[in-house]
């Protein structure tokens, strides 16, 4: 007998097989990351019972990034994807194999922020990397859903990486939380293997253009960047969100111990900033046009600006979590717009730097934002830095949208392959 129920049909993920690959190799390594994090940390604080040594450690994550980041882009734009992808993740599980070894041995403690800042070094092309290929892995009118997929990605990362980390540390040890990682890192090589080798990873080359040095090239992405007024909006929205975030981090722990909730408390309301930037990173996916751009960011600043007031205030934990989740789905919205716009207003010759510039400047946000919560906090109380900082928000929001953005393309992507 046939059946009479109405088949329920859901929305095809953007691109075709070689895109669901790459975003299959972005989840797990990005899981695995956080689940790294959280064991890294943890196994720090084991050996030394130091918050400087713990503070150390993390800025050794984030510090190459933030150097190297523009010779991550140069060399996406210089060299074929697939092999810097694939050999960044293999790099990354051999690190993570004497990093796990370095925890089982008790070796040296110094070697756990050495190693990590070595395995940040190796990251440093794949971020990029990833951008540069997206827009010829799906079709332009599937670019946003594509770059809303990959910030939902990352955002879930955050919620279930420190998640799987904790619950890998109750029922074994940071060596073996370690080793998982490096595992990760061998199943997103092997998805990225598992892509046909092509143009699509081939660094376009402008015509006619005569060689130059490492500091000339990225100039030159810094100048493109600079000739899309447009774009550099948008990753302003995105680097305050990441200022708001690193914020965030601090402030955070403090709200959740005024309402009495602890240190449980400070993770549940960084969960829901994650969750809330999953669905705020959906619902981006599915503006149709640039034309309503302007109305989303300012929509999702206000929402950030008007969260943050908010919590200053709330009395229990509860109405802010609801908060948390609230703002989250605001501060994802500028790197989605931004991610799509990149490849819509610059040349692909450039891309990769134009990217492997914005993405320090986003992560040195995070820094900043975490060195000024504490005197925002001494000078105005928590409630005044809550205030203050959406506030901060308000204003700059006014200033980014008081123009409309309109988009110029900057050209056809060329050797995108048909779906499959």
Same mark, same amino acid.
């Given at each position: 007998?046939?059946?009479?129920?109405? +088949?329920?049909?859901?929305?095809?993920?953007?691109?075709?097989?070689?895109? @669901?690959?790459?975003?299959?190799?972005?989840?797990?390594?990005?899981?695995?990351?956080?689940?790294?994090?959280?064991?890294?940390?943890?196994?720090?604080?084991?050996?030394?019972?130091?918050?400087?040594?713990?503070?150390?450690?993390?800025?050794?994550?984030?510090?190459?990034?933030?150097?190297?980041?523009?010779?991550?882009?140069?060399?996406?734009?210089?060299?074929?994807?697939?092999?810097?992808?694939?050999?960044?993740?293999? +790099?990354?599980?051999?690190?993570?194999?004497?990093?796990?070894?370095?925890?089982?041995?008790?070796?040296?403690?110094?070697?756990?922020?050495?190693?990590?800042?070595?395995?940040?070094?190796?990251?440093?092309?794949?971020?990029?990397?990833?951008?540069?290929?997206?827009?010829?892995?799906?079709?332009?009118?599937?670019?946003?859903?594509?770059?809303?997929?990959?910030?939902?990605?990352?955002?879930?990362?955050?919620?279930?990486?420190? =998640?799987?980390?904790?619950?890998?540390?109750?029922?074994?040890?940071?060596?073996?939380?370690?080793?998982?990682?490096?595992?990760?890192?061998?199943?997103?090589?092997?998805?990225?293997?598992?892509?046909?080798?092509?143009?699509?990873?081939?660094?376009?080359?402008?015509?006619?253009?005569?060689?130059? !040095?490492?500091?000339?090239?990225?100039?030159?992405?810094? @100048?493109?960047?600079?000739?899309?007024?447009?774009?550099?909006?948008?990753?302003? =929205?995105?680097?305050?969100? +990441?200022?708001?975030?690193?914020?965030?981090?601090?402030?955070?722990?403090?709200?959740?111990?005024?309402?009495?909730?602890?240190?449980?408390?400070?993770?549940?309301?960084?969960?829901?900033?994650?969750?809330? !930037?999953?669905?705020?990173?959906?619902?981006?996916?599915?503006?149709?046009?640039?034309?309503?751009?302007?109305?989303?960011?300012?929509?999702?600043?206000?929402?950030?600006?008007?969260?943050?007031?908010?919590?200053?205030?709330?009395? +229990?934990?509860?109405?802010?979590?609801?908060?948390?989740?609230?703002?989250?789905?605001?501060?994802?919205?500028?790197?989605?717009?931004?991610?799509? =716009?990149?490849?819509?207003?610059?040349?692909?010759?450039?891309?990769?730097?134009?990217?492997?510039?914005?993405?320090?400047?986003?992560?040195?946000?995070?820094?900043?934002?975490?060195?000024?919560?504490?005197?925002?906090?001494?000078?105005?109380?928590?409630?005044?830095?809550?205030?203050?900082?959406?506030?901060?928000?308000?204003?700059?929001?006014?200033?980014?949208?008081?123009?409309?953005?309109?988009?110029?393309?900057?050209?056809?992507?060329?050797?995108?392959?048909?779906?499959?």
């Amino acid at each position: 007998m046939l059946s009479t129920r109405p +088949s329920i049909r859901r929305p095809a993920l953007p691109g075709g097989r070689p895109f @669901r690959l790459l975003l299959a190799s972005l989840a797990v390594s990005s899981c695995g990351d956080w689940l790294y994090n959280v064991a890294l940390l943890a196994y720090v604080y084991e050996r030394t019972h130091s918050g400087t040594w713990v503070a150390l450690t993390t800025a050794a994550r984030v510090a190459p990034i933030v150097l190297l980041g523009p010779f991550g882009g140069l060399a996406a734009d210089r060299y074929d994807r697939r092999r810097l992808l694939i050999g960044s993740d293999l +790099s990354r599980f051999a690190l993570m194999i004497a990093l796990s070894a370095v925890a089982a041995a008790s070796l040296p403690v110094v070697l756990a922020p050495v190693l990590a800042a070595v395995t940040t070094v190796a990251a440093a092309v794949q971020p990029p990397s990833v951008a540069a290929c997206t827009p010829r892995l799906v079709g332009d009118d599937e670019l946003q859903r594509a770059n809303a997929l990959r910030a939902a990605i990352g955002q879930a990362a955050v919620v279930v990486g420190p =998640a799987l980390g904790a619950l890998v540390l109750v029922v074994s040890s940071p060596s073996v939380a370690i080793l998982l990682n490096g595992l990760t890192f061998l199943a997103s090589a092997a998805a990225v293997a598992a892509i046909p080798r092509g143009p699509v990873f081939e660094p376009a080359r402008a015509q006619d253009a005569p060689p130059s !040095g490492a500091l000339a090239d990225i100039a030159a992405g810094a @100048r493109a960047l600079r000739g899309a007024p447009v774009a550099v909006r948008l990753v302003a =929205a995105d680097v305050l969100c +990441s200022g708001v975030y690193g914020i965030l981090s601090v402030t955070l722990v403090l709200l959740s111990r005024r309402l009495g909730a602890g240190d449980s408390g400070y993770g549940l309301l960084l969960a829901a900033y994650g969750v809330g !930037g999953v669905t705020g990173a959906s619902l981006t996916g599915r503006i149709a046009t640039p034309a309503r751009w302007r109305k989303a960011m300012a929509a999702a600043l206000v929402l950030v600006a008007a969260t943050l007031i908010a919590l200053g205030s709330l009395p +229990s934990l509860v109405p802010a979590l609801v908060a948390a989740l609230l703002g989250g789905g605001g501060m994802v919205v500028g790197e989605v717009l931004s991610d799509t =716009a990149l490849p819509r207003l610059l040349g692909d010759d450039v891309l990769g730097r134009a990217y492997g510039l914005v993405l320090p400047v986003s992560l040195g946000g995070i820094v900043v934002g975490s060195l000024l919560a504490g005197p925002l906090v001494s000078l105005l109380g928590l409630e005044g830095a809550f205030t203050a900082t959406g506030a901060i928000v308000f204003v700059t929001c006014a200033i980014l949208v008081r123009r409309p953005l309109a988009l110029a393309h900057a050209g056809p992507v060329e050797h995108a392959p048909p779906a499959v």
